[in-house]
T-cell receptor, first 112, second 111 residues
Framework: NAGVTQTPKFQVLKTGQSMTLQCAQD?????MSWYRQDPGMGLRLIHY???????DQGEVPNGYNVSRSTTEDFPLRLLSAAPSQTSVYFC???????????FGPGTRLTVT | SQQGEEDPQALSIQEGENATMNCSYK?????LQWYRQNSGRGLVHLIL?????REKHSGRLRVTLDTSKKSSSLLITASRAADTASYFC???????????FGTGTSLTVIP
C-alpha cells in the first residue's frame, strides 16, 4: 500500500492564482481531511469528508474548496491564493468509527 | 479556537534521559491522541487514551490523562536520538468529526 499520497511536494504561487492540491489514499478509508500547519500554531483543520459526496468545513475553511467524488481522492482547491495561505498542507485519512489518522507527507506552499 | 497547547515548546535532553511533555485542552473530550512528526514528514500516530482512562503504556511511552484539569502528559523513557521529532496531542470531543491538535513540543535528543 502506498498509504496517503500528496502532490505536489512544493509549490510557489503568485497572489491571485488558483491551484489544486491532490490527495489520494489506497486504504479504503471513509474519512479524509485537510490540515494546514503554521509555525507555532500546530495543525488546523480546513475541510473534511466522511465519505464520497459528503464534505464539511473545519476550523479554517475560508479560501479553500473541496470535493469528494471517489473514496480514494480528496483534492483541495485554492480559489485565489493569498500570502496568508503560505503554509504546509497535510492530508489525512482514517476508517469511520476509528480515531487514528494516517497522514500524507505534506505539500509546502508559498504564495508571493 | 479549540486548539490545545503544549509545553514546553522545545525540549533538549541527553540520550538515555526521560522526556516529558504536556498538553492542555479546552473542552470535554472523548479521547486524546499523541502523534510524532519527524522533520519534513507527516504525522504518525503513537497512542490513544480514552476519557475514562488515567494512564496508558505502549513500549517506552507512558501517557496520563487528567480530565478534571483538562491536561495530558507524554513520557518517553530512556530516550534515543531517533526520538528527535515534534510531538502533538490531538483531542476528539465525541461529537462531530473534528480533531483539534495542540501546538506541539519539539524534542531534541542529543547522542
Amino acid at each position: 500500500n502506498a498509504g496517503v499520497t500528496q502532490t505536489p511536494k512544493f509549490q510557489v504561487l503568485k497572489t491571485g492564482q488558483s491551484m489544486t492540491l491532490q490527495c489520494a489514499q489506497d486504504m479504503n478509508h471513509e474519512y479524509m481531511s485537510w490540515y494546514r500547519q503554521d509555525p507555532g500554531m500546530g495543525l488546523r483543520l480546513i475541510h473534511y469528508s466522511v465519505g464520497a459526496g459528503i464534505t464539511d468545513q473545519g476550523e479554517v475553511p475560508n479560501g479553500y474548496n473541496v470535493s469528494r467524488s471517489t473514496t480514494e481522492d480528496f483534492p483541495l482547491r485554492l480559489l485565489s491564493a493569498a500570502p496568508s495561505q503560505t503554509s504546509v498542507y497535510f492530508c489525512a485519512s482514517k476508517y469511520r468509527g476509528t480515531y487514528e489518522q494516517y497522514f500524507g507527507p505534506g505539500t509546502r506552499l508559498t504564495v508571493t | 479556537s479549540q486548539q490545545g497547547e503544549e509545553d514546553p515548546q522545545a525540549l533538549s535532553i541527553q540520550e538515555g534521559e526521560n522526556a516529558t511533555m504536556n498538553c492542555s485542552y479546552k473542552t470535554s473530550i472523548n479521547n486524546l491522541q499523541w502523534y510524532r512528526q519527524n522533520s519534513g514528514r507527516g504525522l504518525v500516530h503513537l497512542i490513544l487514551i480514552r476519557s475514562n482512562e488515567r494512564e496508558k503504556h505502549s513500549g517506552r511511552l507512558r501517557v496520563t490523562l487528567d480530565t478534571s484539569k483538562k491536561s495530558s502528559s507524554l513520557l518517553i523513557t530512556a530516550s534515543r536520538a531517533a526520538d528527535t521529532a515534534s510531538y502533538f496531542c490531538a483531542t476528539y470531543a465525541g461529537t462531530g468529526n473534528q480533531f483539534y491538535f495542540g501546538t506541539g513540543t519539539s524534542l531534541t535528543v542529543i547522542p
